[in-house]
């Protein structure tokens, strides 16, 4: 389809600009009886302010959605990057505090044996 161009049938067209990390699909649609599209999730809901407005091209609206999943991602990975170093810490104290109670009771079985 010729951007601009629309349709003699005037039938609402969709084209898939991409899915967020939560999985969200994104579609375009160009409204009925007009040449703009607009943004749109498939699954239905209200658009983040980024995403809303009219597009007269396919481009346009592909950088734009390109542009917020790169930061959703970023966001997703910044925040899986803060679990896992808490996993590891935690792993580490866990691994502390369980030499430490081993050495406990090594120091209590080694005392008991000198006084039999």
């Known amino acids: 389809m010729v951007a601009g161009h629309v349709p003699a049938d005037n039938r609402q067209t969709e084209t898939l600009m991409g899915t967020t990390p939560g999985g969200k699909t994104i579609v375009l649609v160009r409204k009925k009886n007009t040449s703009i599209r607009v943004l749109q999730f ?15 091209s396919v481009a346009s609206a592909q ?8 930061v959703l991602q970023d966001a997703v990975d910044e925040i899986n990057a803060q679990v896992a170093l808490k996993k590891e810490a935690d792993a580490k104290k866990a691994a502390t505090i369980a030499k430490a109670k081993a050495t406990k009771a090594a120091n209590k079985a080694a005392k008991q044996a000198t006084q039999e």
């Open 42 to 56: 498939k699954q239905g809901g209200a658009l983040p302010e980024e995403l809303q407005g009219g597009f007269s």
């Open 63 to 70: 950088s734009i959605v390109r542009r917020y999943i790169k």
